[in-house]
């Protein structure tokens, strides 16, 4: 094999090319550049080298004494050279390949420097970055800053608090109150404690303090008004299109005098066989139609106990027919009537009924009632009277002439185009139809259909039932209707009134059930004299279910008159409808008397009552269900016990007898005793004993009764703790059953 004779040229000469020149830049003051010739496969002995080379002819070996580090420093020169060459390469390629991505990219921003800068790069035109403008940094810094406002300022907008308007009712709890500022509640109490006032959430606040709060926490606070301020303003009377409307005719008069049979005469009805015991116990309304005259009556009763319906009644009219009997004259009732009438300002008609009877005496009812400054025409009064009959319906034409007449003179108009307004006259619950309200219509005309409230109660009126029982569409001013819609059974004697929509009926009904909570149950405050009385007083529960509110109105009444020092009624429920299980299930918790006025229990009422032997008592007639009251109040009073002294004894000596224990000899001083007598035994003027008398000894036997003078042996039942001088006083208990 040919040896290969390789050929160093070594650079130590002055002339140097321009890349030589570039190249030694890079390089260090010592170094030293050896290039490797391109001809290596040249033939022996010839040599193509520049000039100045050196050639050697003899090809290169290895001698033994020679420095090994000067032979590999020359040997590792080129190749560290190539190495630095190739990276160099390499990086411009990398550099022109990101350059074309970034113009690719269309990146916005300086361009980043990739490489390590030297002097060299920094002189070569291949770094082509350039560092950013101060003003271009100045303007891009401004424009941030710009932009931080601009986001603050927006930021500051939304935090802005909200100014709202807040209804502020009569008490609001603290809760509520925060709810409606948008607040949180804990900041309200934070609020509170620093005002040294300590709530808890649930805590009612009162309207002025709710006030104060809500101006403090940057609100606008609006009182609201109270709900009957809102039915007053709604009530108000328009005086534009006025119509003349119907007299309301009120008839008023003592118990059996003949009211509602002049009304059926005049009704050509006949409601009399229909009230239990021939006497009104509810509140009816009628309209007669008299020589195209429509005047509305209402019918109240006579009873004692009904003066809430007869007041009610006094209140709604315009005109008063009193009814007083020929034969029975001025009764406390009729004196009642009168009393209302006057209370109400309105004009008495006075009808002296049972005219026909032998032992009338018109003159005489008359003369009675000039006591009351009601002074007949015929003696230069100005009260109508009218002798009338029912019967024999004697001058009943007259009566409807003379109300019409007093119905002129008061020339009665209303507005027949606005919202209707009434009043309710009786309620009841039927058992096919639900809540049913008996109402008189005083202004306007209700419409079905219409949304309204009624007391507590609200409702959309689904059918109009006039007098006579027929469904009609709507109700003018004067009329007396039966409604059906309410969602319960209202109180006789509140207010109807007819509003928009059911937003508002809904919210007046709930706004007034709230008015009425407030004030409810008032403190009673405990007295020395109540705190440490040894008195109890018995209550008897009553649970009283009727078919009318005027009813159970006036039993309410009637129970409050029963009054005793020892006994009260205490009224637990008293509601109208049918005795259900719920009332039964009641009755039974609270040990009550349970009462049905004129309504039946229920099947599983009556069942369960016959199970849990509870007495369902029924009654039709008011003076009956007050009778029972008052029996069952006696049965809970103390019976009378009455004490008499029957004999005494004094004790001489003691003896000791076998199976009979201690015996006391004694002498009876006054009186006598019988084995049966309760004794009690006296020593020094104190009761040390009471009990019953054991045996009685005389001379030996045992005799039922000693008496006055007699000498005898006594022993007393479970007692021998007997002395000498001690008192065996003999006596009986009589108890007798106490009634109201």
């Known amino acids: 094999m040919e040896n290969k004779k390789t050929k160093l040229s070594i650079s130590g000469t002055a002339k140097k090319s321009i890349k030589n020149i570039e190249r030694a830049k890079t390089q260090g003051k010592n170094s030293v550049i050896i290039e ?52 160099l390469a390499e990086q411009r390629a990398t550099k022109r390949l990101k350059g074309e991505n970034e113009g690719k990219k269309t990146k916005l921003g300086p361009k980043k420097r990739e490489l390590k800068l030297t002097v060299s ?45 807040i209804n502020i009712p009569e008490a609001i709890t603290v809760r509520e109150l925060a709810n409606r500022m948008a607040e949180q509640s804990s900041n309200v109490i934070k609020y509170l404690f620093g005002m040294g006032v300590t709530v808890t959430i649930n805590q009612t ?84 139609e008299s020589q195209s005259n429509k005047l509305t009556f209402i019918d109240t009763p006579g009873h004692a106990a009904f003066t809430e319906m007869r007041a009610r009644g006094s209140k709604l009219t315009d005109v008063v027919v009193l009814v007083v009997a020929a034969d029975d004259g001025v009764k406390p009732q009729t004196v009642e009537s009168i009393k209302h009438a006057k209370a109400a300002k309105v004009p008495i008609v006075v009808a002296i009924n049972k005219c026909d009877l032998p032992e009338a005496d018109p003159q005489k009812v008359k003369n009675q009632l000039l006591e009351y400054e009601l002074i ?45 307004t009434g009043v309710v006259l009786e309620s009841k619950i039927d058992v096919g139809r639900g809540p049913v309200a008996n109402i008189i219509v005083t202004t306007g005309t209700l419409k079905k259909g219409d949304f309204f409230v009624s007391g507590l109660k609200w409702g959309k009126i689904r059918a109009i039932i006039n007098d006579k029982g027929k469904n009609i569409n709507e109700a003018s001013p004067s009329t007396p209707v039966e409604i059906l819609g309410i969602n319960g059974a209202a109180k006789a004697g509140d207010d109807f009134v007819v509003l928009d929509n059911e937003k508002e009926a809904k919210t007046l009904s ?61 009224i637990i429920l008293s509601d109208i409808g049918m005795v259900t299980e719920t009332d039964v299930t009641l009755a039974k918790a609270s040990n009550a008397a349970l009462i049905a006025f004129n309504v039946k ?14 007495t369902i008592s029924s009654y039709n007639i008011i003076y009956e269900v007050l009778d029972f009251i008052k029996k069952r109040m006696s049965g809970l009073l103390a019976p009378d016990v009455k004490e008499t002294v029957t004999g005494t004894a004094e004790i001489l000596q003691l003896f000791k007898v076998s199976g009979a224990g201690k015996v006391a000899g004694c002498k009876i001083i006054d009186g006598e005793i019988t084995n049966t007598s309760n004794v009690r035994l006296i020593r020094d003027g104190t009761i040390i004993y009471n009990g019953k008398v054991d045996t009685i000894f005389r001379e030996k036997n045992q005799v039922k009764q000693v008496s006055n003078g007699q000498e005898c042996g006594i022993t007393i039942k479970d007692y021998m703790d007997f002395q000498k001088n001690d008192t065996i006083e003999a006596f009986n208990i009589i108890s007798k059953e106490r009634t109201l």
Do not use: C, W
């Open 510 to 570: 709930e706004n007034r059930t709230q008015e009425a909570k407030i004030g409810k149950n008032p403190l009673s405050f405990a007295t020395q004299e109540s705190a440490f009385s040894d008195k109890s007083i018995e209550e008897l529960n009553l649970i009283i279910k009727s078919d009318v509110h005027g009813s159970s109105e006036a039993i309410k009444n009637a129970i409050s008159q029963i009054k005793h020092d020892e006994v009260k009624p205490k």
């Open 121 to 165: 790069r920094a002189l070569s035109d291949e770094i082509e970055a350039r560092e950013r403008s101060l003003a271009s940094v100045k303007r891009a810094r401004e424009k941030e800053q710009k932009n931080l406002n601009k986001d603050e300022k927006e930021k500051r907008e939304n935090l802005k608090p909200i100014k709202r308007d």
């Open 36 to 87: 490797k010739s391109r001809n290596n496969y040249l033939k022996k002995g010839l040599s193509s080298g520049p000039q100045g080379s050196v050639s050697k002819s003899k090809p290169q070996s290895f001698n033994r004494g020679t420095s090994f580090k000067s032979t590999l420093s020359i040997k590792m020169q080129p190749n560290s050279n190539d190495f630095e060459r190739r990276k």
């Open 376 to 420: 007949a025409e015929d003696l230069s009064g100005d009260t109508l009277m009218v002798e009338i009959s029912a019967k024999t319906k004697l001058n009943l034409d007259k009566l409807v002439e003379a109300i019409v007449l007093q119905a002129e003179i008061l020339d009665l108009k209303t507005d027949f185009d606005s919202k209707a």
């Open 601 to 614: 229990p229920s099947k599983e009422a009556k069942k369960l009552a016959e199970n849990e032997k509870i």
């Open 205 to 288: 606040l009162a309207a002025d303090t709710a006030e104060f709060l809500v101006k403090e926490f940057g609100h606008n606070p609006i009182r609201e008004e109270k709900a009957e301020e809102i039915i007053q303003k709604i009530k108000a009377t328009r005086v534009e299109n006025l119509k003349n409307r119907p007299p309301i005719v009120t008839v008023m008069g003592h118990v059996d005098h003949g009211k509602t049979s002049v009304l059926d005469v005049l009704r050509s009805a006949n409601v009399v066989s229909g009230e239990f015991g021939g006497i009104t116990q509810h509140i009816g309304a009628y309209q007669i």
